[in-house]
């Protein structure tokens, strides 16, 4: 079984900043993607953005060059740091990995159960 915790998020103001911090642990050989996703109310799931096993990243037009993903392999967490965060930021923030149980294994994916965002003065 995998689990995922996330953390950090919470109620801040216009322009302020939070990290979210997701962490995995269970049967995972190797993790190959994770991502951060993001539902506001009323509106359909997207992707934040998305960090590579090499690396790479990806960012939703919506956020480039306010928000930065990373990860940490040893911890096997990813993190989201968002900065000058708007109102149309609120939302609840998912993480997602994509990982192998064993090195023969299919890939497989796995969601948390995310963390609400608020953005508001």
């Known amino acids: 079984q995998v689990q995922l915790v996330e953390s950090g998020g919470g109620l801040v103001q216009p322009g302020g900043s939070l990290r979210l911090s997701c962490a995995a642990s269970g049967s995972i050989f190797s993790i190959n993607a994770m991502g951060w996703y993001r539902q506001a109310p009323g509106k359909e799931r997207e992707q934040v953005a998305g960090?590579?096993?090499?690396?790479?990243?990806n960012y939703a037009d919506s956020v480039k060059g306010r928000f930065t993903i990373s990860r940490d392999n040893a911890k096997k967490t990813v993190y989201l740091q968002m900065n000058s965060l708007k109102p149309e930021d609120t939302a609840v923030y998912y993480c997602?990995?994509?990982?192998?149980?064993?090195?023969?294994?299919?890939?497989?994916?796995?969601w948390g159960k995310g963390t609400l965002v608020t953005v508001s003065s």
């Open positions: 997602k990995i994509d990982f192998y149980i064993s090195s023969w294994s299919y890939l497989r994916n796995y």
């Open positions: 960090i590579t096993s090499g690396g790479s990243t």
